[in-house]
Each structure stands twice: as C-alpha cells, then as structure tokens.
C-alpha cells in the first residue's frame, strides 16, 4: 500500500470549513483514498473514498488531485464534534495480503475551537 | 440498527486467566477482524477472517485466538493474558464484494496486571 503523509495536527474555527491534506505521492493506479476517524478512542468511523474523480457525500468532500498524487479532505462546516483524529489511507481495490487490512497512519489531530 | 457490538467494552484481569472479547455484527458481513491500537503504534491487524470457519493471522497474532463458526460473530480469545496485552482492541467487518468499506465496533479496553 502507498504511505500517506499527514500533518500532525490543525486547528479550525467552529462554522468554517476544514480542509485537511494528505499526500500519496507513491499511489498506483489501482489505490483508492480512503478517511476515516476516530473520536477519542471510540471505534474509527468512515468518512468517504475515491478513486480519481471528487467525491461528495453527507459528512464531507474529497477532492483528488489530477495526479492523484495528493488529496484533501473537506469538512464544510466544521463542529465541536468533529474534533477527532482523521486518517488518510491508500487501499488497492482488490483483496491483498490480510483480507484487505486497512494500515493507519498518525494522523491528523483536528481541533475545532469556538 | 446496522452495528458492530463488542463485549466487555472495558476489563482488568489478571496475568494467565483466560478471557474472551465478543464481537457480532448484524450487517451479513462475511469479512471480520480484530486490531489492536497502542499510544504511538496506529492500529494493527491480530486476525482476520474471510467467512465462515476461514481465519488467518494478521501482524500481530502471538497470543491470541480467534473463531468463526457463525458469520456474526468472531470472538477474540486470549488463552493466557500477559500484560504486554493490555491495550485497546476493536473489532471490524465489512462484506467481501465491492468497495466496501470497514465498520469499527466501539472497543474493548483491557488492563492485564
């Protein structure tokens, strides 16, 4: 699987948008992005995937880059309760080694303030 | 509710008695697994399996065990906890076909003294 590279941590004030990066620069061309989070050690949620094209769903947008070399996760308006940790991860689309286990980075730590 | 439960959600045990985590989930998936995640090591696989009595180690199996006789529900067994064990586990499953994505359970934090 690609590494994923993610700042550590971000901060965002509540209301406004959260854009959180990721870089994949190792991506084949078969990977997909996912984001997941976790919400203070409660179970890691999923968020949305995509494979080359922008992706929108209820909880949040992902834009991939023409190379897909980066992407950005894109909460509109973020809340208190999307303060969690957010990871990006880059997964083949076919089953591999460990029955397609999903490999979490650090992460990055969001902090939505008031 | 489409959910993945787990039992106990918190345990403190002692080194050498055996204990079982329970995970079950209601969504017909054929895939499950168990992950382990310590401070500054992320999440890693212990076992894994595909369907129905198929089980496979992942990264990290040393003493563990797992079981899939039926399709819900893939208990986690620690024949003889060390403390080397304690940690926060969370059980997964997602179905085989598709994009599918992986639904976490709510964790098990487990002290082995």
């Known amino acids: 699987d690609a590494k994923t590279t993610q700042p550590t941590s971000m901060d965002c004030a509540e209301g406004r948008a959260a854009n959180l990066p990721c870089n994949h620069s190792?991506?084949?061309?078969?990977?997909?992005v996912y984001w997941y989070r976790q919400i203070h050690s409660q179970g890691p949620q999923y968020i949305i995937h995509?494979?080359?094209n922008n992706e929108t769903n209820e909880m949040a947008s992902l834009i991939i880059t023409e190379d897909r070399k980066s992407s950005t996760l894109i909460l509109p308006h973020a809340t208190l309760r999307d303060t969690a940790v957010y990871y990006c991860i880059v997964r083949g689309g076919v089953l591999t080694g460990g029955g397609n286990k999903l490999t979490f980075g650090t992460g990055t730590q969001l902090k939505v303030e008031l | 509710e489409a959910q993945v439960t787990q039992n106990p959600r918190y345990l403190i045990t002692v080194t050498g008695k055996k204990l079982t985590v329970t995970c079950s989930q209601n969504m017909n998936h054929e895939y499950m697994s168990w992950y382990r995640q310590d401070p500054g090591l992320g999440l890693r696989q212990i076992y894994y399996?595909?369907?129905?009595?198929?089980?496979d180690k992942g990264d990290v199996p040393e003493g563990y065990k797992v079981s899939r006789k039926e399709k819900r529900n893939f208990p986690l067994i620690l024949e003889s906890p060390s403390p080397n064990q304690t940690s926060l586990y969370f059980c997964?499953?997602?179905?085989?076909?598709?994009?599918?994505?992986?639904?976490f359970g709510p964790g098990t934090r487990l002290l082995v003294l």
């Open positions: 997964a499953s997602r179905p085989i076909v598709g994009r599918g994505t992986q639904y």
């Open positions: 190792t991506i084949s061309g078969n990977e997909y």
């Open positions: 995509g494979l080359k």
């Open positions: 399996s595909m369907n129905v009595e198929v089980t």
